[in-house]
């Protein structure tokens, strides 16, 4: 995981045209992320939205996942590890300036191959830039030299001493700024004009650092040690631009402009950066400020600028690395700061939210008090600190309450309750026992609340009290049903039941006025956890508990019972502080690790992190408030963000996947010329292993800063899997003991609002067979087999044949047995003493009574005769020679072949009236005692009797 570092830095600007955000949120990347040097000189973008970053020892390329780090020593090109900038061409090419000469990158080497003249390096490369005819302008050490990539020259164009920069200026022309003045010259690189202090109005050095032309048309240039220029060329003259108050000499020394799409400029220097306002004549600077983690950047010196696609300006630092921020608020997101300025908050984490009924936002924070706020304007109106004169008592405020008079209730840790009168602006002091002074249990007020008979009902770590108007005082309620309850939280539902959140393993109570009865909900009844922090009833009715580390639990009125979502479900985490329902009846929930949207229609979450605007991702107890206009408030541990959903954005940028990397057993293989990869892994299209290969893993990434890393990314390989797999934010994908064949591996992605990515990835992957499972083993193995069999065959063949005989000769027999006596006739016909005759008649009659009995069996037939099975068996095969079963079922058979006469009966139907359970095993035995199937039969046996009755007839 990256290091990063957030930072929040305090701009003001008084003019709406180029307005700041108030606080921009800072991260950074160094060598503890990857970099290969916190010194960065320069830094670009690709069309896949991939970073390059030059740096004093090492190039760098960061895909908003990884940090892959070229070096000197790596033989990939690169003349030196002292990268001094960075260009990217229309068509994508990316030239690399070093301290020995200019290098480009080839992509389908992932090496670099340098740019000569006369065949030699290029001097130190400062500056790269191409012009609108695509010709790229080199400035080095010893003057401009030209690369025309149609023709693949170099030329010398002007000799001149160290350059420090060129720009297009008025489309036709280039500005060069070396350490002998400003040059302007023509596309073919011509000297047209030079400008110097010799000739130039207000110019206070020769030796200049940089030029810049905004879209305004104004050019700017920074003079060494004299700082910011605005530089007008018709009447050659320079009007200096302060970039600090005291005009610091760290601010003089400037290194880099860029321009906001505000037409906002900011200004690297030694002392932060500065944003200039040009229509205003403002500059605001952001500095590093090591007393204040809060408000600093990573460091003091930043040497370059660059506003990405994304506007998301990143700073490359002198020792720090790069810093990054986004430019404008995208989301919708908005934040309240802790401070000491004008509508900053005077208070830091955030303990409760109340509107009363004025209008008038009341804010609550730990150890700091008390302040309001006009909702509409976000104007800090009042600040009540603690323990001041005629003002709160000492101790955190929790709650906050409005009672019928309009008086302000407070609820403190240990001091109690504080009442303010409006009118008067006197506090009153109400302890909730008056026995008890400074007391942590009942003296600790953590839920004031008024319900809709104006009736006030104090929480406390100690039960539960209600106000009396009358006596002034408060009462204990349900002290023996409730106990000695942590009350955190109370509210009421629309059917006017108190719902009381206990917070220390008590669960939930709910107070029915009508019935006078309280009802407890624990474990037993559905809740995933006994501690109950925050509550909402929904448009639908249905109430939600926010708890701590139990995710959220949801009461159905109707059913009495809960539902619980969590980190299972997307939940980032199982500690819920605030419930919120928007106007669009999504539900919002402040956690531990930012802010969560559940979609009620399709049942998913959308998390909000710092990447989408939130200030703080750690949010706060009791700190959650919808307002009229349907905007959402969630405190937090450094200050306040609110949203109105409605108007939230949604993160339209695309996400580019690239595969970053292809192992085989946790190894990267490396690029070879006739090895499994011959170029880079993400130019690749098909890879072909041996089978001990068939073990892989393939690294991939979706580019897209702004959605910090956070995507759905979703694979499957053809010929193993048949669907889409949905793997998270997981950016590694491992196969292991797959079967020799071809594959492709299909990738997709949706960024952090599922927005899908622009493409789709694929890789063939061929796994060969081993030489033992190669057709050719497998055409020895078959010989070795036949002659086996061949062999086995001869030794054999004689007893199976005699075997077989011998088989269908009883078979034979016993079929001719069954045919012939399982008519009963036949059977009676033989010749049988009286007593075999009579058992023999018995036997048949049972068998016949019950044909239609699924059950009939041995066991029945034993049973109706009363003797055992073993009998039964002996006296049948004596008598008849056949088994029970065998004579139950050719009776049944004889049955099926009368039946079959009756032509409005079907072989099913009769199937199951002679007792078989499935007419597909009826037909199975009929085949094999006559050699037909039951249709067969049939229709041939009727075709003889139809025969018969013409032949009688005629």
């Known amino acids: 995981m990256r290091t990063i570092t957030y930072i929040f830095v305090l701009l003001f600007c008084a003019v709406a045209a180029n307005a700041l955000e108030s606080h921009f949120v800072f991260k950074n990347l160094s060598n503890k992320d990857g970099l ?35 070096y000197e020593e790596d033989s990939v090109g690169i003349p030196s590890n002292f990268t001094t900038c960075l260009y990217i061409t229309k068509s994508n090419r990316l030239f690399v300036g070093t301290k020995k000469g200019l290098t480009e990158y080839n992509r389908q080497l992932d090496n670099f191959s340098p740019v000569l003249f006369e065949g030699k390096a290029l001097p130190a490369v400062s500056t790269i830039i191409e012009t609108q005819s695509g010709s790229i302008f080199i400035g080095t050490q010893l003057g401009i030299y030209v690369y025309r990539p149609t023709q693949n020259t170099v030329q010398f164009a002007l000799p001149q001493n160290e350059i420090t920069s ?43 650092n940089k030029a810049f032309a905004d879209k305004a048309g104004n050019c700017w240039i920074a003079a060494a040690n004299f700082g910011l220029l605005r530089f007008n060329l018709k009447q050659r003259e320079c009007e200096k631009i302060k970039l600090s108050k005291n005009d610091l000499w760290e601010t003089k020394t400037v290194h880099d402009i860029r321009e906001d799409l505000d037409g906002n400029l ?79 908050l ?101 839920s004031i609340f008024k319900d809709s008979q104006q009736q006030i009902w104090v929480g406390t770590r100690l039960g539960v009290y209600r106000y009396s108007y009358e006596k002034q005082i408060l009462e204990p309620f349900l002290t023996k049903e409730l106990g000695n309850a942590f009350i955190y939280k109370i509210f009421e539902d629309n059917t006017g039941k108190i719902w009381f959140c206990i917070r220390l393993g008590g669960g939930l109570a709910c107070y029915n006025a009508n019935t006078g009865t309280l009802k407890r909900y624990d474990l037993q009844d559905g809740l995933s956890t006994r501690k109950i922090i925050a509550s909402t009833e929904d448009s639908s009715g249905q109430i939600w508990f926010g708890t701590i580390d139990g995710g959220v639990n949801i009461f159905n009125p109707k059913t009495d019972s809960f539902n619980q979502l969590d980190m299972n479900d997307g939940l980032p985490n199982n500690t819920v502080y605030g419930i919120l329902e928007a106007n669009d009846g999504n539900i919002w929930l402040s956690t531990n690790q930012g802010i969560s949207k559940y979609n009620v229609q399709n049942g998913t979450f959308r998390n909000y992190n710092l990447d989408d605007g939130l200030a703080q991702i750690q949010f706060s107890y009791g700190s959650y408030l919808k307002d009229d206009d349907g905007t959402l408030y969630f405190g937090h541990i450094n200050g306040l963000s609110y949203f109105n959903p409605a108007e939230l954005s949604v993160n339209n940028i695309k996400p580019y996947l690239v595969f970053t990397d292809f192992k085989l057993a946790n190894e990267s293989v490396k690029l070879t010329k006739n ?106 193995y078959l010989s070795v087999l036949l002659a086996v069999v061949y062999y086995l065959y001869r030794k054999v063949t004689i007893y199976k044949e005699k075997a077989a005989l011998e088989r269908e000769r009883l078979e034979a027999e016993r079929l001719k047995a069954l045919n012939q006596l399982a008519d009963f006739g036949a059977i009676m016909e033989c010749n049988f003493q009286d007593n075999d005759k009579a058992f023999i008649e018995k036997v048949t009659t049972i068998i016949k009574e019950n044909i239609e009995s699924k059950t009939l069996n041995t066991d029945v037939l034993a049973k109706e005769l009363g003797i055992s099975k073993t009998l039964l068996y002996q006296k049948l095969k004596k008598l008849v020679n056949m088994s029970g079963s065998d004579l139950i079922q050719s009776i049944r058979l ?40 039951p249709s067969a039969f049939r229709k041939e046996m009727l075709a003889k009797a139809k025969h018969s009755e013409e032949k009688s007839g005629s």
Not at 43 to 66: F, H, P
Not at 267 to 275: F, L, P, R
Not at 429 to 437: F, P
Request: aromatic content about 12%.
């Open 166 to 208: 060129i720009i297009e200026y008025n489309d036709d022309k280039l500005l060069a700024t070396s350490f002998s003045g400003v040059h302007l010259l023509n596309q073919e690189g011509i000297l047209l004009e030079k400008y110097d202090t010799s000739n130039t109005k207000g110019l206070p050095t020769n030796t200049i």
């Open 266 to 344: 900011w200004i690297c220097s030694n002392k932060g950066v500065s944003v200039f306002m040009p229509a205003a004549k403002q500059c605001k600077n952001i500095r590093q400020a090591a007393n204040n983690p809060d408000k600093d950047l990573n460091t003091g010196a930043t040497y370059c600028l660059f506003r990405s696609k994304e506007d998301i300006m990143w700073m490359g630092t002198e020792f720090g690395g790069v810093d990054y921020t986004r430019l404008s608020n995208s989301k919708g997101i908005f934040n309240i700061y802790p401070g000491n300025e004008k509508n900053e």
């Open 894 to 933: 004889k049955r099926s072949i009368e039946l079959m006469a009756d032509t409005n009966r079907n072989i099913s139907d009769i199937a199951y009236e002679v007792g078989f359970s499935d007419p597909n095993y009826f037909g199975k035995v009929f085949n094999k005692l006559y050699k037909k199937s």
């Open 675 to 780: 090895g499994i990869l011959t170029r880079p892994i993400n130019q690749t299209e098909r890879i072909t292993l041996n089978y001990s290969q068939k073990a892989f893993t393939i690294d991939f990434a979706a580019v897209n800063h702004l959605s910090g890393g956070v995507n759905n990314f979703y694979y499957y390989l053809d010929g193993f899997e048949d669907s889409w797999m949905k793997v998270g934010n997981k950016t590694s994908a491992t196969y292991t003991n797959l079967k020799p064949g071809t594959y492709t591996f299909y990738l997709k992605a949706e960024n952090n609002d599922r927005v899908e990515s622009t493409n789709i990835k694929r890789l063939e992957i061929t796994i060969r067979a081993p030489f033992y499972l190669s057709i050719w083993a497998y055409l020895f």
């Open 36 to 70: 290969s040097h916190n010194s960065i000189r320069d830094i670009v973008q690709e069309e896949s939205g991939i970073l390059w970053i030059a740096t004093k020892q090492g190039l760098n390329k960061y895909d908003s996942y990884r940090i892959k780090c070229y």
């Open 346 to 446: 005077p208070l830091k984490t955030i303990f409760n939210l109340y509107k009363d009924s004025k209008g008038i936002l009341w804010i609550a924070a730990k150890d700091g008090g008390v302040c309001t706020m006009n909702p509409k304007t976000k104007e800090i109106l009042t600040f009540y600190p603690y323990g001041g004169k005629n003002s709160l008592s000492p101790g955190s405020v929790h709650t906050i309450s409005e009672d019928r008079d309009g008086n302000l209730w407070f609820g403190h840790y240990k001091s109690g309750i504080d009442i303010l009168n409006p009118t008067t602006g006197k506090f009153k002091r109400l302890s909730v026992s008056s026995e008890i002074n400074d007391s942590i249990t009942e003296n600790s007020v953590y």
